[in-house]
């Protein structure tokens, strides 16, 4: 089995490194890319899946491939073992919390969880994000991101001199507009020998950043790619991520109008798909659609854990109404490809993907639970499904 990312790929996470965002597999402490890339445990990675066995942590690319749907695996077909894309973390800082996020990649969900007091049902049922196990490794694991601006320059300095094949670099969260690293590290890596990098990022481009010196800082490149976590309709937006739409646009707009930073300049709106999304899909695609004169296209991507968040498990008690939800959504995009793409891709994978009936429960007590941690309602946010917290259970709206 043939993957770019296994053969040609770095990605710091909390404390440890790995080859791609879904591999679970601790592969190496975080230092510096020569000391990790042809470390042991990524030839081994390496080695076991050009004898076609699946490593233990890609099991979300194998269950993808079990239902016929695309796995981040089969992104590129073309590999090698020059290290061509890094993926880079600093911190958990965010000004979010996410309702599909987690303490390691929130510091707003760190705070939350601080000061709350887990219930035994919560332990009983693996509510992982409020148990505050979500992306860790065992119960006792209690690491962090925490990347100095030293060791991101040591990181940096090390692509600059031994990898010269380096074609991307991706950063991920927490939220880099949010982060005192980001702007210092992208200076540095305009140093590169490769003068045809891609530069892409996640943001929710909702934090308090400068406009004008994110878009000085990104003119070096040659091709920059920024993707907004929306994930939301504007009246889900501030329940399921703590944030401000128009303040997202506002952002938008004023970077819009100074120009492309660089000729290849791409923005897209991403919908991290979940069960939350899919019980407002119709609504969210239609307050995407509105941004199409600011964008240059859509993105999706698939929620698998924790499983209780996975979007299909809202088929146990509701198949005929997402249907029913996903056809006029079809139907509302079908004049726009990337978004027409994006939407069959979710809808393959919601209506072929089973989860166990245990998973739908355990999305019930997680409502309630979170709506109680951050101290707010999903009944202001949805207009299709309601929520009875006293009985734990979701209802149909009259709309």
């Known amino acids: 089995m043939k993957c770019y990312y296994a053969s040609s790929g770095l990605n710091y996470k909390n404390g440890w490194g790995t080859v791609c965002p879904r591999q679970s597999n601790v592969l190496h402490t975080v230092d510096i890319p020569s000391m990790m890339f042809n470390s042991r445990n990524f030839k081994l990675l390496r080695a076991k899946l050009e004898n076609d066995e699946w490593p233990s942590g890609c099991h979300l690319c194998k269950e993808s491939e079990e239902i016929g749907h695309p796995s981040m695996r089969q992104d590129w077909e073309w590999v090698d073992e020059n290290l061509r894309h890094v993926e880079l973390r600093f911190s958990n800082a965010c000004n979010m919390h996410c309702l599909h996020c987690s303490e390691v990649f929130s510091s707003q969900w760190e705070k939350a969880l601080s000061n709350y007091d887990v219930p035994k049902v919560v332990k009983q049922l693996r509510l992982t994000q409020l148990t505050g196990e979500m992306h860790r490794h065992s ?12 060791l991101m320059e040591e990181i940096v300095q090390d ?3 031994n990898f010269p094949y380096v074609e991307k670099i991706d950063f991920a969260g927490g939220e880099v507009l949010f982060q005192k690293q980001f702007f210092p590290c992208l200076e540095l890596l305009a140093e590169h020998p490769n003068k045809f990098m ?3 990022f996640h943001t929710n ?4 950043f400068d406009v004008r010196e994110l878009h000085k800082r990104l003119q070096p490149f040659h091709e920059v790619n920024i993707t907004i976590s929306l994930d939301s309709s504007k009246k889900m937006y501030p329940y399921f991520r703590k ?20 000729t290849r300049t791409y923005i897209q709106p991403t919908c991290t798909t979940s069960v939350y999304q899919m019980m407002d899909f119709y609504n969210l695609w239609r307050d995407f659609l ?12 698939i929620v698998q854990t924790p499983h209780y968040l996975d979007p299909s498990v809202i088929l146990h008690d509701w198949r005929p109404e997402i249907e029913g ?23 393959d994978y919601v209506l072929n993907k089973s989860r166990p009936y245990n998973d739908y429960n355990r999305l019930l007590h997680y409502i309630a639970e979170s709506d109680k941690l951050f101290n707010q309602n999903f009944n202001d946010a949805y207009e299709v499904f309601g929520y009875d917290h006293e009985n734990r259970e979701l209802y149909l709206r009259d709309c």
């Open 243 to 262: 944030g401000d739409w128009d303040v997202m646009r506002s952002n938008l707009e004023n970077f819009v109008s100074l120009g492309k930073p660089c």
């Open 325 to 347: 939800l996903i056809e006029l959504t079809k139907k509302m995009v079908s004049k726009n490809e990337s978004a027409s793409k994006w939407v069959e891709y979710i809808s």
């Open 198 to 200: 891609s530069i892409s």
């Open 290 to 301: 509105e941004l199409k004169p600011l964008i240059t296209g859509y993105d999706a991507s």
């Open 139 to 150: 119960p006792e694991d209690d690491s962090k991101m925490n990347m100095p601006i030293p």
């Open 159 to 161: 692509l600059n001199k």
């Open 205 to 208: 481009w909702n934090a308090p």
